[in-house]
Structure formats: C-alpha cells, structure tokens
C-alpha cells in the first residue's frame, strides 16, 4: 500500500513537471515578447469552374519570427471581389511553423458566382482593368492560450492576366 501511494505521487509530480515544460512554450506570449507571424495569401488556383459552383485553392504562407514553434488550430477567411462577397468558410486543420521558420499551406475554398454572373461578365469586358480583391479572416494560434493574428489583404488584378489567349 505504501509503495503504491509513492509510485502515484512519483506519477503526478512528473505530469506536473510535463505541463510546466509544456506551457514554457507559451511563456513568450505571456511576457509580451510574443511578435505576431506575417500571413500572406501566396496563389489562387482554379480547380473546378462549373457554371453553378466554382472551387479555388488558396495558398497562404504563415512566417514565424519567434524563437519557439507556433502552433496553429486553423483559419477563417473571407474573400471580396470588389466589394462583391465570393467565398468565406474556415479550416480547422492543425499545423506548427517551426521557431524563425515558415510554413505553407492550402485551403480549398467552394463558391456560386452564379448569382453574380452579369457583374462578372461586366469586369471581364475591361479585361486591362484592375478588379480589387480583398482577404480578411483570423489564425487561430497555440494550444491552450492563445493569441488569434487577423489577417487582411488587399490588392488588385488584372482578369486579362489569367485568361488564355
């Protein structure tokens, strides 16, 4: 009986000592040393463009300028095309950005631009003509505390660019 009561303080002294050194990880955003990652919408790939459903590939690359590893729970995003809502959703994929590394990433997006067809046609008359997009969402970063970086982009293209001659 003895030697079961020692075996189960030994346990519960080491579990302590592996969530101290668990959250010391962490200890950067408590201390407010915690520099906030820079995400960036990298490339737009078209997979599939039916006419009442449309799905896109957004890659996003995440840099890590902290000393320690970043774990990330997932992304909300919402994407506009001026000023037009085209996709928003989120992923709830789990991934860690090594300490002073980068990391990248795909995010399959699903949409119907059918209801938005005759503005689109309208841009796509003025091909040379640049379209604003914008990206706003949300990573959700750490395990247990954590610190959410918002995220927005905006910019332009030009629809001549990416159609084929």
């Not at 590394?101 to 040379?128: A, Q, S």
Request: glycine share 8%; charged share 25%.
């Amino acid at each position: 009986m003895l030697f079961q009561a020692q075996i189960i303080r030994i346990l519960g002294l080491f579990m302590l000592l592996g969530t101290f050194s668990a959250l010391s990880g962490c200890s950067t955003w408590f201390t407010g040393s915690f520099v906030r990652p820079d995400v960036r919408l990298l490339k737009v790939d078209v997979v599939k463009a039916r006419l009442v459903e449309q799905e896109f590939l957004l890659r996003f690359r995440i840099d890590n300028p902290n000393d320690v590893s970043l774990p990330v729970r997932g992304l909300d995003y919402t994407v506009y095309l001026n000023d037009i809502l085209l996709a928003s959703g989120e992923s709830n994929r789990w991934f860690s950005v090594p300490a002073n590394g980068h990391y990248t990433f795909d995010v399959p997006v699903h949409t119907n631009l059918w209801r938005h067809i005759r503005y689109i046609v309208k841009l796509l008359e003025k091909p040379d003509e640049p379209v604003r997009y914008r990206l706003q969402g949300e990573v959700r970063t750490g395990m247990l505390f954590g610190k959410d970086v918002r995220l927005q982009r905006d910019g332009e293209i030009i629809p001549g660019s990416f159609i084929p001659e």
